[in-house]
């Protein structure tokens, strides 16, 4: 029963809600697209699906941000995380995903949200996130699931070299984990918070926040 519901009825609400969003403001990112479907193998990663907007308001804005602040969102998608953290003061916000036409279109739903938001200075950047060195000046990088662990641990390691290049601390955000208790006992990352949803007793949901310092 809790399975049609969530399903048949909850989900698609949902879906309508964020497509009249949407439109509203032009924009395209309730996709759900399969990577094969991008050119893609399926062993490279996740597809694109989007952050639940409901869930993102709460996660930015638990986030204490100055204007030195830089956002990176590992496996951008179509930008929805993007746009959201460009409504605050943060220098710049990168996005990186292995797919050429994902940041295609992540352009665009940016360029036509600018206007709207505070943060000026967005990058895209088509790379497999395994391949992607952290910029030694990154503060916060966001993640919704992506990819598997071996990736997951690759830019951890990333994370982990710019943090000794540059000695800091990184906040890492991590929409409906997986793999969350293999990368804490392998990386000197602290939890700091933990978010909840039970969507109407249909499912769960959460998100972890961790700094990463050098220990
Ligand atoms: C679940 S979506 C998240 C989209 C966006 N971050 C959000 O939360 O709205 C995952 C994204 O990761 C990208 N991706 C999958 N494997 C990847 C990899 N190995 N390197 C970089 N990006 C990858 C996919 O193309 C997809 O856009």
Known sequence: MKEYVRFKIY???????NLVVDKYYGIDTELVIELPSLGLDLKIGNRQESTPTRHLKKILSFLSINSEDIFIDMGSGAG???????RFPFKKIIGVDVSEKLNKICKI??????????????ENIT?????????????????????????????F?????SVSVNPRKVKIIWYNPKYDRELEQSFPIKKIKEMKWDNFGLFPSRCLFYEMSIS
């Not at 390691?157 to 070299?161: E, G, L, M, W, Y």
Request: hydrophobic letters at 45%.
């Open 11 to 17: 989900l698609p609400v949902i879906r309508i809600w």
């Open 157 to 161: 390691h990333s994370i982990s070299k």
């Open 80 to 86: 929805r995380v993007m746009i959201a953290a460009g």
């Open 109 to 122: 739903n940016i360029q036509k949200m600018k206007h709207r938001l505070e943060c000026k200075k967005f």
């Open 127 to 155: 790379s497999n996130a395994s391949d992607y060195q952290i910029p030694d000046k990154a503060t916060f990088i966001y993640f919704f699931n992506p990819f598997g662990m071996e990736v997951m641990k690759d830019v």
